[in-house]
């Protein structure tokens, strides 16, 4: 008596284990994975990369089981805008961000990524004020600062004295650090 008492205790034990497990494997190894992507399209490149990127969700991508999911956001290239795409990504339980078509745009998302500790990669975010902080940010591309030391370099080399850079106020991110490498 006392065996059919256990072996029933032990196959509703088994049952309920099977359950646990089946639940965590369809919440947590067949839900996708979230990739918030933040891609200002009033620049011709945010426009390029929105293009690829959603080129390459429509391909059904895996990681593992796991389908991978891009949420796309394209925000104007303004503070505010930029944070709110940000915020929205935040509370929809992306894995991580990618933004940051320009320098202006790599700051905020910096500010954003050190606050809500998601690991967001800029594109081309190559504002050299973006290196060595601890926020959580991430460049694929190099600092500008090493282009402004070979751009200063070259002409250098070819002894001239002064360099008229024409540059656009709109991204002082990017250009303020690279003026001042080059002085």
Not at 87 to 92: A, G
Not at 131 to 159: E, H, I, W
């Amino acid at each position: 008596m006392a065996i059919r008492h256990f072996t029933r205790v032990l196959i509703c034990i088994l049952v309920l284990c099977a359950l646990i497990a089946s639940f965590f494997f369809f919440r947590f190894v067949l839900d996708p994975v979230r990739i918030g992507v933040i891609l200002p399209v009033d620049t011709s490149l945010g426009n390029e990369i929105n293009l690829f990127v959603r080129y390459y969700q429509g391909t059904g991508y895996k990681h593992g089981l796991r389908p991978v999911k891009f949420i796309i956001k394209n925000p104007p290239s303004d503070r505010d805008a930029v944070l709110e795409a940000y915020s929205l990504l935040d509370e929809l339980g992306v894995s991580l961000i990618i933004g940051g078509v320009l320098s202006k745009d790599g700051s905020w998302l910096a500010e954003a990524a050190k606050e809500s500790g998601i690991p967001t990669f800029g594109v081309t975010a190559s504002s050299a004020a973006l290196s060595g902080m601890d926020d959580n940010f991430f460049r694929l591309c190099p600092s500008n600062d090493a282009q402004a030391k070979a751009v200063a370099l070259t002409y250098k080399k070819k002894n001239c004295e002064k360099l008229m850079l024409v540059t656009s106020e709109s991204n002082a991110a990017y250009v303020e650090p690279y003026v001042a490498m080059l002085e």
